[in-house]
């Protein structure tokens, strides 16, 4: 049986991982848990989302499967932060005689989670003509990523990532956390690139360490589930309540949407788009960069690089008018929230200034409207400006933002298996 989960957390705490995590071991009694869980990250802007717009599903080989699904239930109506507005939990349970029957739709509506906008009411709809059984609490906004999770499972063919999710015990919960910091960056430095995102090299910062008052002490990201492992092994830190292994669609850019054009964008929805870089760019009070790229269909696009993305922004800022650019990332509020970029060819980049004088060598200067330039000193002439291509201080290549700024679902550089691009990882 397969075992959707989603919606169970509030930003007080909680976390829908360590509800997958406690089940995992509580329905050993039940019967066998087949596979590694998953941990899916749907689309990134929905604004419901607590945190990282996480589901997760569970497989379990078992011959008790009501009594499975009565355990599963009572649990999230228990530990669910019900409290929170936010918090609408939904569960969805497919027995192994229905999969042929779902596999299909439910693997599009896993996709279309990823990266679209679905409804209560579609899920609703969904579960209403399939009669799978699922339970909604509340609104059952939870029953999206429910199905979604389901759907994953039944279609393994993703791209996919692991990583080892340790949890707090329960006292400690909203407490500071008790990690040595200089453990993440030796097994950074040991274990990466197989794993990535545990420190932020540059900026001096742990970033696989949470902040908010949830049951998560860390996360270590990886290839594969050893490395994973073997990294969180080198980490010193408070006692742990428990770990999981997560299979997970995180790094993969499953959220993006390869366009070719401007107009077919939609907002809430993530993208690949290319284009030449048009007019200035300016960083704002607050320390965001903006810039704007057009197409072929002449319209244009603003591209920002927020203030967090730290030092991207100043790469970002060498772009020049006429440079051709693939943008990654999230179109929100009208503009597209950079993650990555691709700098397809670099335009030239021309400055003009007053011609030298051949006998002092100072710069002439311009001798009145339409009549050249002259050394006053010298007296000797020139018909035009002098134009200088300078060299250019990037590279055409892939650059990322640093892993301070990284998306759960952005597919770090490091991952990247084109070897006709170049790429300039973030670390
Ligand atoms: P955490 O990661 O800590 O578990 P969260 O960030 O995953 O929290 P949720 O509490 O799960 O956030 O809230 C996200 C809500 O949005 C869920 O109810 C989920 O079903 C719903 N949702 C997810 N993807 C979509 C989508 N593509 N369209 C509409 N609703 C969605």
């Not at 957390?9 to 848990?33: F, H, K, N, P, V």
């Not at 080198?234 to 995180?250: A, D, R």
């Not at 809430?268 to 320390?287: E, K, N, Q, R, W």
Request: charged share 25%; glycine share 8%.
């Amino acid at each position: 049986m397969i075992i959707g989960i989603d919606d169970t957390d509030s930003r007080e705490g909680m976390c829908t991982t360590y509800l997958g995590a406690l089940l995992m071991e509580e329905l050993r009694q039940y019967g066998t848990i087949v596979e590694l869980p998953v941990l899916v990250r749907l689309n990134p802007t929905i604004p419901y989302k607590t945190r990282g717009n996480a589901c997760v599903g569970i497989k379990i080989a078992t011959s008790c499967p009501d009594k499975v699904m009565e355990h599963v239930i009572s649990r999230i109506s228990t530990m669910s932060a019900m409290e929170c507005e936010m918090t609408n939990p939904g569960v969805v349970f497919i027995q192994d005689a229905e999969y042929e029957s779902f596999r299909e739709v439910l693997g599009t509506f896993f996709q279309r989670a990823v990266r679209e906008v679905l409804s209560i009411e579609e899920a609703k709809s969904l579960i209403a003509k399939t009669g799978l059984q699922s339970k909604g609490f509340k609104n059952g906004r939870g029953l999206i990523g429910a199905l979604a999770a389901c759907g994953s499972i039944l279609n393994p063919g993703w791209d996919h990532t692991f990583e080892y999710l340790a949890y707090r015990q329960r006292e400690k919960w909203g407490t500071p956390r008790n990690v040595d910091k200089n453990s993440f960056f030796i097994a950074d430095s040991v274990t990466y690139p197989e794993t990535w995102d545990t420190v932020d090299v540059s900026n001096g910062l742990v970033v696989c360490v949470p902040h908010s008052p949830d049951p998560v002490l860390y996360g270590i990201r990886g290839r594969n589930p050893n490395v994973v492992k073997r990294t969180a092994e080198m980490i010193g830190s408070e006692p742990l309540k428990m770990s999981c292994v997560y299979c997970t669609n995180q790094g993969t850019d499953m959220h993006l949407i390869p366009v070719d054009s401007i107009p077919e964008m939609e907002e809430m929805h993530s993208y690949i788009v290319s284009g030449f870089v048009s007019g200035d760019l300016f960083t704002i009070p607050g320390g965001h960069t903006i810039f704007s790229i057009s197409d072929g269909s002449g319209t244009s696009l603003e591209c920002t690089a927020f203030e967090p993305t730290k030092d991207f922004r100043s790469l970002v800022r060498k772009l020049v008018q006429g440079d051709f650019v693939k943008v990654y990332g999230s179109f929100m509020n009208k503009a597209l929230n950079i993650e990555k970029i691709e700098i397809v060819s670099l335009a030239p980049l021309v400055v003009s200034h007053n011609p030298e004088c051949p006998s002092c060598g100072k710069r002439m200067e311009s001798a009145g409207r339409g009549q050249g330039y002259r050394c006053r000193k010298c007296g000797t002439k020139a018909a035009a400006l002098v134009q200088v291509e300078l060299k250019r201080d990037i590279e055409s290549g892939m650059y990322e933002v640093p892993p301070c700024a990284r998306r759960h679902l952005a597919k770090p550089l490091v991952r990247l298996q084109d070897p006709s691009v170049k790429i300039f990882p973030s670390r």
